[in-house]
């Protein structure tokens, strides 16, 4: 169905219909996104305080047949945010409903608003004496509902699960603005289809997460956290299964760092104290999360000794104080800003089955290889199969002069992520970077049968049109 | 739209697609359901070996409007397995699909078929040394398949999760015949819509799940299983905190067990034996599953000794040998089967926000004694929130005399249930026997989008029709 552009008219009758104050002008911040690369289309900005506000602005876009974006903390890294191309958009952003409405500590589930920053929900949870576990490097910024709308991961993905994984109950309004009261704090509820999870990682296209019940779990007694040297991936995930024999569930987090990532640091981070004196050229970031009566450092010790014994590690630092966890934690969330100031040809947001992870990077850098000296810097979260695998171009070039590669290195990646039974966005989701991409690799039965549901739930295609899906025509 | 029976001439019309042995005669045993209230109509049966025929034969389906009804272990308790009404369907028993197709240790991950029967499933994983945690009582006879499409619970919930949280691709065959290749072992994909979780606990109305690659765990190294004795619910609601605020994760088992199940044993189940010589109001049947380095016994008795110190236990038999652990584990497992040779008015699957089980317990009990002496056996699984709210006749008196109260005791439970923000339907799903309750008490807004999700994937609906959402007309 055409769309029309949210205009003046449209901000007029919006004006007529919400208190004063939601329908705002749109300041440029609202129509850009982090890579600098789109510009949304400047249409008119809401900024709703309630569900009822949120429905009343779609029911006006439906009938209007005005495209929608909901906003959350603006931070997406696939262009879900901003509308480049086609009619302007009613941008809804969920900045004004910032509430935590409940935290039910015996429960462990705490409920906020979509517009609650993530910082603020880990805080209020680590308030109550519990854990929001979804960590990652835009926490301090990005929202909650956007984390559900991409289905977010992170660093904590390993024992915690992704974001939806985290979730136990939605308030949305749906494309005809319809009001979902689906806030539920039940562990277990079997009563019809899982709207929750089909909204959970739409991004935004099937309707707007309002509000979310979010399940907490205990605050691990014992923390430690130490970075290892490993002779190659194969060896770090063979150091990885040795740590889950060893403390099970413990490990919360197990990343895989590259010695690219570390000289990127060097070079542009100067400040970002690395744990090693060489720079090697595999290393692994672990963080163990211990029940009481378990000694954390003594883990990491016992897992070292038995690492080195079957030449799984070759040197490590554990840290012994708050302030070397922090600095090894810097090394890795300094990794991305390194990338951005280096500037890739490509990055590429991928997982393959855990087991296949070392094949993949091996034949990943062999085939890049072909294409000239480019650098590769790969990185991520190796206890979930899920890498970054950004491609730069050779020391001391442009990385515009490189342009022309940038598709080739992308099929290059994207190809052996397909035959490895990969996936092409394991944790940012698709957008409308990747619409096209997902047109090529997606399984055409499910990528049918997404089209089928977009139309019952949305027929005239308002919600965030253009992204995950391509609009019609 | 209307539906054919599956007749002679349709099971003619499918020989000629199919491979011999795969259409069949139907027998009996196909047309029960456990709780033998319901007789399902006899139509054409087929038993297919691969994701292939199952697509032919609901391919025939749908070209010639035939229901179908797919079949697991025939276990299912609220009658999705059989269709009573209207034109008799095409069961597609998944018997023949049982491959356990592949292992993955160092992943975590196991593929199997949708026939393989739970405890097979269980057992390939502990061959590999890892666990699968799903665990019911139905666990011998139920398939895979089955438990994927109710999103079954069991006693392991607490810690891994419901059937959704165990499961990471699906195999299916979708109402139109098409397969959905989505047999993922990735633990991060976010390219598009979760279709996963959207067939998991759609019982059938939206395809036939044929295999699925499921989430395996380290298996515990150090068990520990207890019963102990509390005074009341709100008590055990007390100590299960205790419980997780000592072990954290580790607490896999918290099941409430109330002296009506224990009267209910001694009376019709008397070799089960019973670890109290006093029959206890209330007790608790906890399990923990320990990393290295931890014991389970002295976890319990520390738990124990606590709970003494705060009045939240009174007694307690910490299971000293695996024969005293199978012990405790049959006095819980044996009372749904003593429960059924009782005969109940009315049976309940309700869930509420876990704070809130003492109050729905007591409010449950006052609301029940003012229709009379009926005696409530209330157990299940605490820490879920999950509780199995089972009315019975006085002592002496036969169910058959009660089946004029039945309907309102089910009014008075599922009115509290929704005054308290709970599910009239925590882990067995709805089927054909909860169709009504779901109209009644399911938010409309959820139900209307079911019903367009419904409509998209199976535009003549004849996936099980009848089952989670009422044909229409």
């Not at 900005?45 to 903390?73: I, K, M, N, Q």
């Not at 289809?193 to 099937?206: A, P, V």
């Not at 692994?284 to 014994?309: H, M, N, V, Y």
């Amino acid at each position: 169905m055409k769309l029309n552009a949210a205009d003046e008219s449209f901000a007029a009758l919006l004006r007529t219909r919400l208190p004063e104050g939601v329908v705002r002008d749109i300041e440029p911040r609202y129509l850009d996104e982090p890579r600098g690369r789109y510009a949304g289309k400047a249409g008119v900005l809401a900024a709703p305080r309630t569900v009822e506000e949120v429905s009343t602005l779609v029911r006006c876009a439906d009938e209007a047949c005005v495209p929608v974006v909901p906003y959350g903390g603006g931070t997406g890294l696939v262009v879900g945010q901003v509308k480049p191309d086609g009619p302007a958009p009613l941008v809804v952003s969920l900045e004004r409903m910032t509430a935590i409405r409940g935290i039910y500590p015996d429960e462990n589930v705490l409920v906020a608003e979509a517009g609650a920053i993530l910082a603020d929900v880990q805080a209020a949870a680590s308030g109550a004496n519990r854990l929001f576990p979804l960590s990652l490097a835009a926490e301090g910024s990005c929202r909650i509902g956007g984390n559900l709308a991409v289905n977010a991961g992170g660093v904590n993905v390993l024992r915690y699960g992704n974001t939806r994984d985290l979730c136990l109950g939605l308030e949305a309004v749906l494309p005809n603005g319809d009001i979902w009261h689906g806030l539920s704090r039940l562990r277990k509820d079997n009563t019809g289809y899982d709207l929750r999870n089909l909204l959970i990682g739409s991004e935004g296209t099937l309707g707007i997460i309002t509000a979310a019940a979010l399940k907490l779990s205990p605050v691990p007694v014992g923390v430690g956290t130490a970075m290892m040297v490993v002779p190659s991936a194969d060896a770090a995930l063979a150091l990885l299964s040795m740590a889950r024999d060893q403390v099970g569930e413990g490990v919360s987090t197990f990343e895989l760092i590259h010695g690219q990532g570390l000289a990127f640091l060097s070079e542009v981070l100067p400040m970002v104290r690395q744990p090693f004196d060489h720079r090697p050229e595999w290393s692994i970031l672990i963080e163990l999360g211990l029940a009481e009566g378990l000694d954390p450092t003594a883990a990491l010790e016992r897992l070292f000794e038995a690492g080195l014994e079957r030449d799984l590690v070759s040197d490590g630092v554990i840290a012994q104080s708050e302030a070397q966890r922090a600095d090894l934690w810097n090394v890795r969330e300094n990794i991305p800003e390194a990338n951005r100031l280096v500037g890739s040809i490509a990055s590429h947001d991928i997982s393959v089955p855990i087991s296949l992870i070392p094949a993949f990077v091996a034949e990943g850098q062999r085939r890049i290889a072909e294409l000239g000296g480019l650098r590769i810097n790969c990185f991520g979260h190796l206890g979930d199969g899920n890498l970054h695998f950004n491609v730069y171009p050779p020391q001391g070039e442009n990385r515009a002069d490189f342009s022309g590669v940038k598709a080739q290195v992308t099929r290059v990646v994207h190809d052996l992520v397909q035959e490895m039974d990969g996936s092409i966005s394991a944790e940012h989701g698709i957008g409308r970077l990747k619409v096209a991409e997902l047109e090529r690799y997606g399984d055409p039965v499910k990528l049918a049968a997404m089209r089928a549901i977009k139309t019952a739930l949305d027929p005239r295609g308002i919600m965030n049109p253009g992204a995950v899906l391509a609009v019609a025509g």
